[in-house]
T-cell receptor, first 114, second 116 residues
Framework: NAGVTQTPKFQVLKTGQSMTLQCAQD?????MSWYRQDPGMGLRLIHY???????DQGEVPNGYNVSRSTTEDFPLRLLSAAPSQTSVYFC?????????????FGAGTRLSVL | AQKVTQAQTEISVVEKEDVTLDCVYE???????LFWYKQPPSGELVFLIR??????QNEISGRYSWNFQKSTSSFNFTITASQVVDSAVYFC?????????????FGSGTRLLVRP
């Protein structure tokens, strides 16, 4: 019963490096999203997807790219990492429930950019 | 604009005390949804409850209860007879209807420490 799986769990990057945070879900959910969690700020939406081939920006999209080629996967790419992107990243998935969509979160990826 | 405010940054109680976590929200929509999530020290986010704007009934689940009041735009969470395992960060969140129903707006969280 995997749910939402994020890899890696921890990552250290140097400024300017690129990397991809992986997210996969096995619940056949149409909605997927990425949030970042910073101290004292709760979670903020970076990008989201309402289905394969469809993505859109959230509240804090700058510096991040996403794509959704399959229902299961929703990777988050940092093209040129900056210290301001040091954060904990959470991937979530959801399905249309009609009365407010409960989002199911992965365990998170802790990223440090030096 | 939508906003969720959790004014209590950190609360510390002794085990078996009751504790209430406050959540105040802002939205212009008449249809919206409110959530509470728990983040234990291990870091994952655990869904606790969902409430829609048309249902103001309070809810009780074991030691947990939720008080939703549209008149004050509040959705407060009470833990009765707190236990050490309740120590966590608790987030209140809001989503609106339609195309925004899958986008959560989080408060900044309340860190609860339950001391033995």
């Amino acid at each position: 019963n995997a749910g939402v799986t994020q890899t890696p769990k921890f990552q250290v990057l140097k400024t300017g490096q690129s990397m991809t945070l992986q997210c996969a879900q096995d619940m056949n959910h149409e909605y997927m999203s990425w949030y970042r969690q910073d101290p004292g700020m709760g979670l903020r939406l970076i990008h989201y997807s309402v289905g394969a081939g469809i993505t859109d920006q959230g509240e804090v999209p700058n510096g991040y790219n996403v794509s959704r080629s399959t229902t299961e996967d929703f990777p988050l790419r940092l093209l040129s990492a900056a210290p301001s992107q040091t954060s904990v990243y959470f991937c979530a998935s959801s399905y249309s429930q009609g009365l407010g969509n409960i989002q199911y979160f992965g365990a998170g990826t802790r990223l440090s950019v030096l | 604009a939508q906003k969720v405010t959790q004014a209590q940054t950190e609360i510390s109680v002794v085990e078996k005390e009751d504790v209430t976590l406050d959540c105040v929200y802002e939205t212009r929509d008449t249809t919206y949804y409110l959530f509470w999530y728990k983040q234990p020290p291990s870091g994952e986010l655990v869904f606790l409850i969902r409430r829609n704007s048309f249902d103001e009934q309070n809810e009780i689940s074991g030691r947990y209860s939720w008080n939703f009041q549209k008149s004050t735009s509040s959705f407060n969470f009470t833990i009765t007879a707190s236990q050490v395992v309740d120590s966590a960060v608790y987030f209140c969140a809001l989503s609106e209807a339609g195309d925004s129903s899958y986008k959560l707006i989080f408060g900044s969280g309340t860190r609860l420490l339950v001391r033995p």
